[in-house]
């Protein structure tokens, strides 16, 4: 165990304890603080060993849920469920999540859960690899393939990114539970209007320059990640593997993004979460070196929809920082002000209580870290 402490003054009005759950290929972490946010205690591993590729913290119901998606290299991959914020794990005597026989595909890991509808507590949405989305309509006990997605004509000819053939974004709208998207790496952008019956790629504007013949394909695009803004339903920020992406429109269209200093190569986008117009990025280098540009950690802030970013450093190291942060290893709590964490592939935890203004690493020495979640809990 461990502890580390945020300045004073970085505090906020909730009267709940902050949870952050860090998914490693060593097991899962966690960090615990108090209502002000002022002071982390660390604790793990749970599930030592274990790669643990997403996580849940879902607050619908009585009391919180979480789950965590993991691969073990004996059992293969594993979901497990807490009512009791971690103290005890629950997994089904028959997997919770597998494809059906007449499929012929096999479960590689679970890299996306996300709870359902507000009003639907007992609804769960996971996306797995190789790329498919499942939906849970009993508390994440059992969860079926969603076989509109699975039968799309688009499939076959989907390309796996370098990561796999991963399904990595799931939003449901929030006034609108009929209304899904997904994102695929390297598919791109996937829309439902039925609650998952049908689906239409949603990717028109997103330009992919290492396809010269086919710069806007219909699909194919290498989409790292999509947020959803805070107060728009409809406005969606997206990372691109060549580019930085806004929607105004639910995701019908796509427009470029003001580029940062050249900088488009990234994995995550968190959207802030309660300004409308605010988002935060964590740019890389290039494909190619896929760290932190120049040894510089640095975020990228914007509060008017992507038109202008500022840089975000102070605490963050800013020499010799040659650090990876993956698309799934940025989050915010949803407090205000916003709770913002990120993991490094060298295991630095880093975050902000003041919407980003100030940094202080909360732990590092913890092994690659592949996902965090953070929210407050009951």
């Known amino acids: 165990m461990a502890t580390s402490s945020i300045?004073?003054?970085?505090?906020?009005?909730?009267?709940?304890?902050?949870?952050?759950?860090?998914?490693?290929?060593k097991g899962l972490f966690t960090l615990r603080a108090g209502p002000g946010r002022e002071t982390f205690v660390l604790e793990g591993p749970s599930f030592p060993g274990e790669e643990v590729y997403s996580t849940c913290i879902d607050d619908r119901g009585p009391h919180t849920r979480l789950l965590v998606g993991s691969v073990s290299n004996h059992w293969g991959p594993v979901l497990r469920r807490s009512d009791d914020l971690g103290a005890t794990w629950r997994e089904e005597d028959h997997a919770a999540l597998a494809f059906p026989d007449d499929t012929g595909a096999s479960l590689a890991r679970i890299w996306q859960l996300t709870p359902g509808p507000v009003d639907q507590p007992d609804v769960f949405y996971a996306g797995v690899e190789p790329a498919a989305l499942f939906r849970s309509d009993d508390g994440a006990r059992t969860f079926s393939l969603v076989r509109g997605l699975w039968d799309h004509p688009h499939r076959p000819q989907w390309v796996p990114g370098g990561g796999g053939m991963c399904l990595h974004t799931i939003l449901v709208h929030p006034t609108d539970p009929q209304r899904l998207l997904i994102a695929v790496s390297a598919a791109g952008v996937y829309?439902?209007?039925?609650?998952?019956e049908t689906w239409s790629a949603s990717n028109s504007g997103i330009v992919v320059p290492f396809m010269p013949d086919a710069p806007a394909p219909?699909?194919?695009?290498?989409?790292?990640?999509?947020?959803?803004?805070?107060?728009?339903?409809?406005r969606l920020y997206l990372q691109h593997h060549g580019g930085i992406y806004s929607s105004d429109n639910g995701g019908d269209s796509w427009e470029p993004m003001t580029s940062i200093a050249g900088m488009d190569f990234g994995f995550p986008v968190?959207?802030?979460?309660?300004?409308?117009g605010t988002a935060y990025l964590l740019p890389l280098e290039s494909?190619?070196?896929?760290?932190?540009?120049?040894?510089?950690?640095?975020?990228?802030?914007?509060?008017?929809?992507g038109s202008t970013w500022r840089p975000l450093t102070n605490g963050l190291p800013q020499d010799n920082a040659h650090l990876t942060i993956?698309?799934?290893?940025?989050?915010?709590?949803?407090?205000?002000?916003?709770?913002l964490y990120f993991g490094t592939r060298t295991g630095e935890l880093f975050a902000s209580t003041d919407d980003g203004d100030t940094w202080r690493e909360l732990a590092s020495h913890l092994p690659p870290i592949m996902s965090v979640r953070a929210a407050p809990v009951r």
């Open 270 to 276: 968190v959207s802030h979460p309660t300004q409308s």
């Open 7 to 25: 300045d004073e003054g970085m505090t906020t009005g909730t009267t709940l304890d902050t949870l952050v759950l860090i998914g490693t290929t």
């Open 191 to 196: 829309r439902s209007h039925d609650g998952g």
């Open 326 to 339: 993956l698309r799934d290893g940025f989050t915010s709590d949803g407090l205000g002000p916003s709770g």
């Open 218 to 234: 219909e699909f194919g695009q290498c989409v790292h990640k999509v947020a959803r803004d805070a107060v728009d339903p409809d």
């Open 287 to 305: 494909d190619e070196y896929r760290c932190t540009p120049d040894g510089h950690c640095v975020v990228w802030k914007t509060e008017d929809k």
